[in-house]
């Protein structure tokens, strides 16, 4: 039995023998492949001798400062809308003293 024109295999031997070619033309072109990816690396690295800058557009420590910043408000407005929506009550009271104390009163069963 023979291989049809779809390139489908009709016997065991046959697949075997069509895997084999098949892994073979891979490891030529993967070896091809690397030869070249080499030999690309070998002239960027020839090309670049002198350090590449990079200039950031927010600095690292800027980048904390506004995380912390963002971190603070977020949680501010995350308590407001807790409270004022989902609790029913006054979002302006989340930033009174009495309101905390008497949520950890109650949290503490005292």
């Known amino acids: 039995m023979s291989v049809n024109h779809l390139k489908q295999v009709k016997t065991r031997e046959e ?13 030529s072109t993967a070896t091809q492949k690397a ?7 070998k002239a ?9 800058i990079r200039i950031r557009l927010i600095p690292i ?9 963002f971190t603070g408000v977020f949680a501010a407005l995350g308590a407001a809308v807790g409270y004022g929506v989902l609790g029913n009550g006054n979002a302006g ?4 003293a009495s309101t905390w104390t008497h949520i950890i009163d109650l949290v503490e069963k005292k």
């Not at 030869?35 to 690396?41: D, F, T």
């Not at 960027?44 to 590449?52: I, L, N, Q, V, Y």
């Not at 420590?61 to 910043?69: C, E, P, Q, T, Y």
């Open 35 to 41: 030869s070249k990816v080499k030999s690309a690396q």
């Open 15 to 27: 697949y075997k023998k069509a895997k084999e070619d098949g892994v073979q033309a891979v490891e």
């Open 93 to 96: 009271d989340v930033f009174k």
């Open 44 to 52: 960027h690295k020839a090309e670049s001798t002198k350090k590449r």
């Open 61 to 69: 420590w800027l980048r904390i400062v506004l995380l912390v910043i």
